[in-house]
């Protein structure tokens, strides 16, 4: 019984940005957001106290803003080539 080969059945799928690609001034509030987190979220495992005992407070209002903006920029969806 030959061998048979499945990669060729496999559909090949691309992402599209839906409705639009995101802006340059939205990439950079995610990038500033996701800077501002990963500072936070490196000072709240180390201990380091640099919110002066507003660690937990800073780490997760961070995290809600990184949710909302995530939740209102453009989308990705995936389509059939």
Request: aromatic share 16%; proline share 6%.
């Amino acid at each position: 019984m030959p061998r048979r080969s499945y990669g060729s059945r496999v559909k090949q799928r691309a992402y599209e940005w839906d409705p639009r690609p995101p802006t340059i001034r939205e990439r950079l509030i995610c990038g500033a957001l996701l800077a501002a987190f990963a500072l936070a979220l490196t000072n709240y495992w180390a201990g380091w106290q640099l919110f002066r005992g507003y660690d937990k407070w800073v780490f997760w209002g961070l995290f809600l803003a990184m949710v909302i903006v995530a939740n209102r920029g453009p989308g990705v969806r995936r389509v059939e080539v």
